[in-house]
């Protein structure tokens, strides 16, 4: 199994909703991450998870909330948001948080907020 | 400052003939250089990579790539293109001291292969 499976595939959301995105692997990897993608932009990170554990929080606003519940399910917590925050939303997975290696992409969440 | 330049938004490219899309980068230390490919709606999916070794790098789909240090370039080609290779393609470099690995990635190029 060589896939990252996000869910749900669309959102549509008001601001004062509450939604959860899920992503999940079964390849055994330990570094989890979420981009953010704009239409024919590159994505940008939001968080990275190393072997559990937050590592990096690209200063991305409280309304978004990652959580890492074990090694194979990252979720995103989303509350309040904004329509600037429609997006695609980006999971990721890699072997190990180390440079070298590559990421395994889902093929996300397109996120409408209305 | 780590950055990747990707000059070119769109490329168009009649079936059968050689395809480049252009990237170049700046980072401090050693680079480890990517390219991935988004087709519409999906997620970005991994071409190739440069780490160390042979500059000449094969990787998916037919794809490889050149890693020039003196240029600093890391220019993604084909021999001959498809209509299906048309798609959004990224270059992205990492090094070990950027922040926890973090991929910078290029602004993307629009590659469009005609019949």
């Known amino acids: 199994d060589t896939e990252v499976t996000q869910t749900p595939k669309h959102l549509v959301m008001g601001m004062t909703n509450k939604k959860s995105l899920k992503c999940e692997q079964h390849?055994?990897?330990?570094?989890m991450y979420w981009y953010k993608q704009k239409a024919k932009k590159p994505p940008e990170l939001m968080f990275v998870y190393s072997y559990e554990k937050l590592s990096i929080n690209e200063s991305v606003p409280s309304r978004f909330s990652p959580e890492c519940p074990n090694s194979s399910l990252l979720n995103l917590h989303l509350h309040a948001l904004q329509p600037e925050d429609s997006a695609l939303y980006l999971c990721?997975?890699?072997?190990?948080?180390?440079?070298?290696?590559?990421?395994?992409f889902g093929s996300g969440t397109q996120l409408s907020v209305l | 400052a780590q950055s990747v330049a990707q000059p070119e938004d769109q490329v168009n490219v009649a079936e059968g003939n050689p395809l480049t899309v252009k990237c170049t980068y700046s980072?401090?230390?050693?680079?480890?250089l990517f390219w991935y490919v988004q087709y519409p709606n999906r997620g970005l999916q991994f071409l190739l990579k440069?780490?160390?070794?042979?500059?000449l790098v094969k990787g998916s789909y037919g794809f490889e790539a050149e890693f020039n240090k003196s240029q600093t370039s890391f220019h993604l080609k084909k021999p001959s293109a498809l209509v299906s290779d048309s798609a959004l393609y990224f270059c992205?470099?990492?090094?070990?001291?950027?922040?926890?690995?973090?991929?910078?990635f290029g602004q993307g190029t629009e590659l469009s292969v005609k019949p």
């Open positions: 990721a997975s890699s072997q190990d948080p180390g440079s070298s290696e590559k990421l395994f």
């Open positions: 980072v401090s230390g050693n680079p480890y």
């Open positions: 440069y780490i160390t070794g042979d500059n």
């Open positions: 390849m055994g990897h330990r570094a």
């Open positions: 992205a470099v990492r090094t070990a001291y950027n922040q926890g690995g973090k991929l910078i």
